[in-house]
């Protein structure tokens, strides 16, 4: 029975992971419901609101360091009792959620990540999942918005007496990735920093989706004193960046260029041969891989 739970927890994995990869590309497409919540996979987590600086009320996740999770809920989603480990505070990093859909999936990342000591958040941009209703315009690369959201996650979650304020991180794939960037050089409180296909600049991308016959937007308040390559040289503070190989949305050389060589802090680059934007999610073994490092570079730097 075991067994055959497992099975379908792995197809179901295999199937979330490729949704999530034709999903995050700078396509901003909210959805309301979660398709999964992190009862079904036995994981211990608290959810409540981080209000932001203009009023909006964000939906966070926040899971605790934990030892293990209960496959047996898989079947019979039951919200576990609300328990740490211990009564230490621990680092914790914040999951940017991917620009499709809501943070349902984002769970994954604190099922590796928890059992090593880390206390997980992740959250909705506003008018994603169970963050109030804000309107989205589709045809948008992003928000400046979004900055207000990671802002009001980080104020909130310092207040929990589980999280050690000195030791926070953040990450974020492909639109998250550029959206918390200057968020991290702006604030002294987050430590260090994951990008996984981090663009450049916005205008990179909108020349890409030109290419492929879509209408792209970047919002007139969303100025190019936000792009990583003109914030890159202020940035003191530990940082790594993934990409892959043969990336064409976020192309490695640019990585590498406009980012990575004008960082001033220590600074790491894991370049993924053979694989294009997708490099998360390249095959069964491709997340679990991008996590441990994450897990390796978080590690040297908050314990």
């Known amino acids: ?5 497992f099975d379908k927890m792995k197809r179901l994995w295999i199937f979330i992971l490729m949704v999530f990869l034709m999903q995050s590309v700078f396509a901003l497409k909210p959805k309301k419901k979660y398709d999964c919540k992190p009862e079904s996979y ?11 600086s203009d009023n909006y009320k964000i939906n966070v996740w926040f899971f605790p360091a934990q030892d293990s999770m209960l496959f047996a809920y898989f079947k019979n989603p039951i919200k576990r009792d609300y328990k740490t480990i211990d009564n230490k505070k621990r680092p914790t990093i914040i999951v940017c959620p991917q620009d499709a859909g809501n943070m349902a999936l984002m769970y994954q990342f604190a099922m590796i990540m928890c059992p090593k000591g880390y206390n997980v958040v992740t959250f909705d941009w506003r008018g994603f999942g169970g963050s109030d209703k804000w309107p989205i315009n589709e045809d948008y690369l992003c928000y400046t918005e979004f900055f207000m959201d990671i802002d009001a996650v980080v104020d909130k979650i310092k207040l929990l007496e589980e999280v050690d304020t000195s030791k926070i991180g953040i990450c974020g794939y492909s639109m998250p990735a550029f959206q918390s960037f200057p968020v991290f050089q702006k604030r002294s409180d987050i430590k260090c920093y994951v990008g996984g296909a981090l663009s450049a600049d916005l205008d990179t991308i909108v020349g890409y989706w030109v290419k ?3 209408k792209t937007i970047i919002p007139k308040d969303y100025t190019k004193n936000f792009y990583p390559m003109n914030i890159a040289e202020k940035i003191t503070k530990p940082c790594l960046l993934i990409v892959g190989e043969l990336d064409e949305i976020t192309p490695a050389k640019m990585v590498v260029q406009d980012i990575y060589n004008k960082l001033k802090g220590g600074k790491e680059i894991w370049i993924i041969k053979g694989v294009g934007h997708g490099a998360l999610f390249y095959n069964k073994d491709s997340f679990h891989n991008y996590v441990n490092r994450m897990v390796v570079f978080y590690d040297k730097y908050l314990k």
Not at 1 to 5: E, L, R
Not at 42 to 52: L, P, S, V
């Open 42 to 52: 036995g994981m211990i987590y608290k959810e409540f609101k981080a209000t932001t």
């Open 1 to 5: 029975m075991k067994n055959t739970i």
């Open 212 to 214: 492929h016959g879509r």
